[in-house]
C-alpha cells in the first residue's frame, strides 16, 4: 500500500515521523496513525492467527471486531493486548504481531 502525500483536496500530508518498532524491525509511522494504519502503510496486513490458523487483520477499523489484537509494550515493560485500529502509534512504540512470532 502506499501512502498519499499529496491529497487534491487535503493538500500535501505535514504529519510529522515516527519510530516504532514491528516484531523487532524499524518502521516508520505517522504522527496521528493508528497502529493499524501504520502497519497497512508498511505493508504488513497480517497483525495474528486465529485459532485455526487463518490469518487476521484490521477488519471493522473502528474497534468492534478484536481482529486487529496485537501486543504493545506499555510503560512498565508488559505486553498489552490492544486493538491496532484504535491505538495510536507513538514514538519508540514496541509492538509484536503473531505473525512475527
Known sequence: ???IENH???GPDSSAEVGITVDGREVIAREGDSVAVA???DGQKLLRRSKTGQ???MYCGIGHCFECRLLVTGDDGSNVSVRSCLTPVRQDMCITTEAGE
Open 39 to 41: 502497519l497497512w502503510a
Open 55 to 57: 490469518p487476521r487483520g
Open 8 to 10: 487534491p483536496v487535503l
Open 1 to 3: 500500500m502506499r501512502r
